[in-house]
């Protein structure tokens, strides 16, 4: 059993140096208290040496880390200091003085504190193992270089050391103090609510006025503890002042107890030495409840140890130069491996809570690009008037009698033009979609080679960059394509003549409705409902009409075509005629106009006309067959564009840099004069495996010690 507190101080040792201290709350004696309650000259009484700094105010400004080794052939004590190992340190007058400086050098030298412990360890035969930790006494007032919240500051540093659940506390307080109001007890009670690891500590009982006394406090009745409290008479300043010894004051302690009315009763259960023997037994018994819970997080650390080794990878391997070119061919189809994975959906981070690679690809085709396509609409960026103008220009010096072919495939063009530019920004996307899964791709024993993971990085950022390139022209192909021939007989276009008979059959619908209402007289003299619609007054008229959209059509009707064009020949003709004979009146009417009215000019025509007339019914009735038109075949091209730019990034931007990944990577990288360059570690990497190595040693070590300890007992 009394190896225990050896054991644990060796534990202490060990994982400090392999810095793992924080990652395991061995158990320790803390001792908190206000500022000159008597904290330090406590610990000096238990080591029996003086050997802490001293003066007034705060003294104490970092916590002092004292491990206490029993050993008992030895005829002197020492100290050993810090990572000095092996240095033995005789005199009080030195470890002092390097507890100062070590103080100053961290803490500064006015007043200042700090967290970062120092560390001390005493050898000598009249001691038993123990290990304590003297903390800065909480202090309210700032004075030196002290912050105006020192109050704070000090808790900083106190409570990570009473928060452990494995470490003992010594609360201390002044015999004169009234305990409800102690600092050491309210912060142990903070942290230990039920007082099962903290033992009172009652000094300066020597100091208290006359015809009073602390026996109530300390026989645990004012403010109980499971572990009671000791009362404690050490030197004060002017028995320091006289030289008094650290063993004359223990006995004189002795005797002030044996001596006292009141607690002489108890004399065996007060002074430094009881407490001394308590805090060892106490110790012990702390150690050994808190043993398994320590064995359970050294394994669990092993465990976490050896996988952050496996990750930084072993370099031992890498001696030759067949296992380093062996190395950068599996990183390469590791890193292809990932990239295909992480494209086809066989990525295994369940984790995740958000769509990832391939997955985000498809989203942006049907929901940015597909959503986008599909709510374009021709009108959004063309105008009544402007399908009008569009139209009177196509139809340029001859009033046509049907809806003009020029005007449609005018304005189909210019919007098919434009789905380009989305299109081509769709490859756009899904480019940086694949650069992000390049990013994304976390391959530890590539990250460890800085400049194998860079250039793997630009090879592929190159490969999407040539091939985005090439997805982009064949986009534009299939714009151009689009542009280049527009199919009016596709079987899904709504022609100009499906459109007559869709305003034919409206037309039927209305006369038939007006026949209701009218006459049968009537009704005879209005039997054709097609020229009711239209304005043409005659037959001849109504049948070249007939003819021209028939022409219009006539891939799809070209047996109706060779008739129509008879008719439209004669027409033409008659047309000519009557134009002619038109223009003939006119040119006699202007002749006698001029004669009659000589001063009268004609107004200048301005440089830009624009349409700014109502449009007339029959103009009203090309525009509405246009937009028609217009609508139906944009809808077939956008239906054709939402297919294929999306077919097409896939084969030539997302399959292509999927296929060819590999193979450029190996192209690229797999060079004998490249290897070594390659292989160059990241010297982040080597330190934090050279570290874990260390940390898995001492763990390994520690676990030992835990073995040869249980086959003791
Ligand atoms: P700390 O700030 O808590 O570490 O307190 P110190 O150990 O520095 O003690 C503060 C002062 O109280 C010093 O002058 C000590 O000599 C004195 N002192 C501590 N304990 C006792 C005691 O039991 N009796 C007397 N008379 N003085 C004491
Ligand atoms: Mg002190």
Redesign the pocket.
């Known amino acids: 059993m009394e190896k225990l507190i050896p054991f644990i101080n060796d534990l202490h040792d060990i994982l400090s140096q392999a810095g793992l201290s924080s990652e395991l709350n061995l158990p320790s004696i803390v001792?908190i208290?206000?500022?000159?309650?008597?904290?330090?000259?406590?610990?000096?009484s238990i080591v029996g040496r003086e050997f802490?700094p001293?003066?007034k105010g705060?003294?104490?400004r970092r916590p002092i880390e004292i491990q206490l080794h029993q050993v008992l052939d030895a005829e002197q004590g020492w100290f050993e200091f810090m990572d000095k190992k092996g240095e033995k340190i005789f005199e009080s007058e030195d470890i002092r003085k390097l507890i100062e400086s070590e103080t100053d050098k961290v803490a500064g030298k006015n007043k200042g504190i700090s967290p970062v412990p120092i560390k001390v360890k005493y050898f000598s035969k009249d001691i038993l193992d123990l290990q304590l930790i003297?903390l800065p006494?909480i202090t309210k007032n700032p004075v030196g270089d002290q912050p105006q919240d020192i109050e704070q500051k000090v808790l900083d540093i106190v409570m990570p050391f009473i928060n452990n659940q494995n470490s003992l506390i010594l609360a201390?307080s002044?015999?004169s103090d009234d305990l409800a109001t102690s600092d050491g007890l309210k912060l142990a009670r903070s942290v230990d609510p039920n007082g099962v690891r903290t033992i009172g500590v009652i000094?300066?009982?020597?100091?208290m006025d006359e015809g009073t006394d602390a026996l109530n406090d300390l026989l645990n009745q004012t403010y109980p503890l499971q572990l009671g409290y000791v009362g404690?008479?050490?030197?004060?300043?002017?028995?320091?002042q006289k030289n008094k010894t650290i063993g004359e004051q223990l006995k004189d302690e002795k005797t002030f107890f044996e001596n006292h009315k009141l607690y002489k009763k108890y004399s065996e259960k007060m002074g430094v030495n009881f407490l001394v023997k308590t805090l060892n037994m106490n110790f012990i018994q702390h150690i050994k409840k808190a043993l398994p819970i320590i064995r359970e997080t050294i394994i669990s650390l092993v465990q976490i140890k050896e996988f952050d080794l496996k990750q930084y990878g072993d370099y031992d391997n890498l001696e030759t130069k067949e296992n380093k070119n062996l190395l950068v061919l599996t990183l390469i189809s590791k890193f292809s491996s990932s990239y295909k994975d992480m494209l086809e959906g066989r990525c295994l981070d369940i984790t995740s809570k958000e769509l990832i690679g391939g997955s985000r690809i498809i989203y942006v085709f049907n929901e940015t690009f597909r959503r986008t396509i599909q709510r374009m609409n021709p009108f959004d960026v063309l105008s009544d008037d402007e399908i009008r103008t569009a139209i009177k220009n196509a139809n340029g010096i001859r009033p046509t009698l049907f809806v003009p072919e020029g005007a449609f495939e005018l304005l189909v063009r210019q919007q098919i033009s434009r789905l380009r530019m989305p299109s081509i920004e769709c490859s756009h996307i899904v480019f940086e979609e694949l650069r992000r899964v390049v990013n994304q791709i976390s391959i530890p024993e590539i990250d460890r080679f800085d400049t194998l993971a860079n250039r793997i990085s630009e090879v592929i950022e190159n490969l999407l960059n040539r091939s985005l390139r090439q997805t982009e022209e064949i986009i534009s192909n299939l714009i151009d394509i689009e542009l280049g021939y527009i199919n009016t007989s596709h079987p899904d276009f709504v022609s100009g003549m499906d459109m007559v008979h869709k305003d034919e059959q409206r037309q039927q619908q209305q006369v038939q409705q007006q026949q209701k209402e009218k006459s049968p007289l009537q009704s005879e003299n209005e039997s054709n409902r097609f020229f009711n619609f239209w304005p043409f007054k005659n037959n001849k008229q109504t049948e070249l009409y007939d003819s021209k959209l028939d022409n219009l059509n006539k891939k799809r009707k070209s047996n109706i075509i060779n008739q129509k064009q008879q008719k439209l020949q004669q027409a033409e003709e008659s047309q000519i005629l009557q134009q002619q004979s038109v223009i003939n009146k006119i040119v006699s009417v202007n002749q006698q106009y001029f004669v009659n009215d000589p001063k009268r000019q004609l107004p200048q025509v301005p440089n830009t006309i624009k349409i700014t007339d109502r449009p007339s019914k029959r103009e009203q009735t090309e525009m509405d067959m246009i937009k028609d038109l217009l609508v139906s075949y944009f809808n077939l091209v956008k239906k054709n564009i939402c297919d294929s730019v999306p077919k097409t990034i896939i084969t030539f931007l997302v399959n292509q840099s999927r296929n060819f990944c590999e193979r450029e990577l190996i192209g690229m990288l797999y060079k004998q004069e490249l290897v070594d360059e390659l292989l160059q570690e990241n010297q982040f990497i080597q330190k934090s495996r050279a570290e874990t190595k260390q940390s898995l040693i001492s763990l390994r070590t520690c676990l030992n010690l835990l073995n040869d300890l249980d086959s003791k007992f």
């Not at 208290?33 to 000096?44: H, R």
């Not at 000094?203 to 100091?207: A, E, G, V």
């Open positions: 001792v208290g206000s500022q000159s309650v008597g904290k330090s000259s406590l610990l000096e802490l001293r003066g705060i003294v104490t003297d006494g201390v002044k015999a000094t300066q009982l020597d100091l404690v008479i050490m030197r004060g300043q002017k028995d320091i």
